[in-house]
């Protein structure tokens, strides 16, 4: 991600940072590099004691950062104060009026001189928040840590985990990783720090064959899997995916899975009948949080007509009357996905 890497080049050059350093979005992993990379890299250790504080948002309320990051340090000209999950952050008022998480990066110019905020949200951050962050402009490094959703994207990531451990991944390499791990990219890491003790004695090349010693399979599917893989129409992939949800209701039940395939093709139906099907157009309409989530739909859109859409949505209430037991008949969750999928991708397994 480049504005990991303006940070990392900002830290090694002695520049010091902004005042507010944001990362925020539903995937972790950015945003644990960017505190790894900001706490151990920005205040000297012998100085942590006495520069570098740490909230975390279940156990503090946003007027008392400010208050720590309005205060002047008499030791260093640089501080640095980490506000840990402040998507929990404990509700507050200043005058009779909320104060959360939108009005302390608001307040961010009145940071003493020398003090970075450095705030680590884990999810969507509120529109006021991601509002007054973009104002603020040169005081505010903002990181949004998206999910990966397409395999180009995680391809990508990879690559740069790999180029930030010293290692090189071959192509057949990368194909077993996503099938043995996934899109979690937090684990994906994980393996890797595994991988560099083998590849150490090849140079850093990572080789299919050391994936498939190391990284035992570890793949947890969930309701965005089958999903993405249908939105794609990938036929076999998709078929993979839910039966391996159908041996395991428990932790996939199959009412949550056709919830999600119904939400999908029913905000893809209002997509085909927009005025106009460009990305901000499909953003607004259905409320996306992320503009990767927007350029979803416009795929979909070409490879499901209006018509196809229609029909698979009468397909998925169908077969939600069938998982609900509603036609007098005890379906498998194994059969409903199988009559399901054939109907979305018209073939026959």
Do not use: C
Request: net charge neutral.
């Amino acid at each position: 991600m480049t504005e990991l890497v303006q940070i990392s080049d900002q830290i090694r050059s002695g520049q010091p940072l902004p005042p507010l350093v944001l990362g925020y979005g539903e995937e972790s992993y950015y945003i644990n590099r960017l505190e790894e990379l900001v706490v151990e890299n920005y205040i000297p250790k012998e100085e942590r004691t006495t520069q570098l504080v740490v909230y975390f948002g279940s156990e503090t309320t946003a007027p008392e950062v400010l208050q720590q990051a309005q205060t002047f340090s008499m030791f260093a000209p640089k501080r640095l104060i980490v506000l840990r999950d402040a998507q929990d952050l404990k509700k507050s008022s200043v005058l009779k009026k909320p104060y959360g998480i939108a009005e302390l990066i608001r307040d961010a110019t009145t940071f003493a001189e020398g003090t970075t905020l450095l705030i680590l949200y884990h999810d969507a951050l509120p529109a006021a928040a991601k509002k007054n962050a973009q104002a603020l402009k040169s005081q505010v490094a903002l990181i949004e840590s998206a999910p990966v959703r397409r395999d180009n994207e995680l391809r990508e990531a990879m690559i740069q985990m790999a180029k930030g451990l010293d290692l090189e991944l071959a192509p057949q390499a990368i194909s077993t990783l996503i099938e043995r791990v996934g899109y979690d990219l937090e684990t994906l890491y994980s393996e890797l720090q595994k991988l560099s003790i083998p590849a150490k004695g090849a140079g850093g090349l990572v080789s299919r064959a050391m994936v498939q010693q190391v990284v035992s399979k570890s793949r947890k599917y969930g309701p965005y899997d089958l999903l993405n893989a249908v939105q794609r129409r990938r036929d076999d992939e998709a078929l993979q995916i839910a039966l391996a949800m159908a041996e395991d209701e428990k932790r996939y039940p199959v009412p949550q899975i056709i919830a999600s395939l119904y939400g999908f093709f029913a905000n893809l139906m209002v997509a085909h009948y927009l005025p106009s099907n460009s990305q901000k157009n499909i953003q607004e309409a259905l409320n996306l949080k992320y503009e990767s989530m927007a350029r979803m739909y416009q795929s979909a859109m070409r490879l499901y007509s209006k018509q196809q859409t229609l029909n698979i949505i009468s397909a998925i209430r169908r077969a939600d009357g069938d998982a609900k037991g509603a036609h007098g008949v005890n379906a498998s969750a194994r059969t409903i996905y199988l009559d399901l999928l054939t109907q979305i991708f018209a073939l026959k397994y």
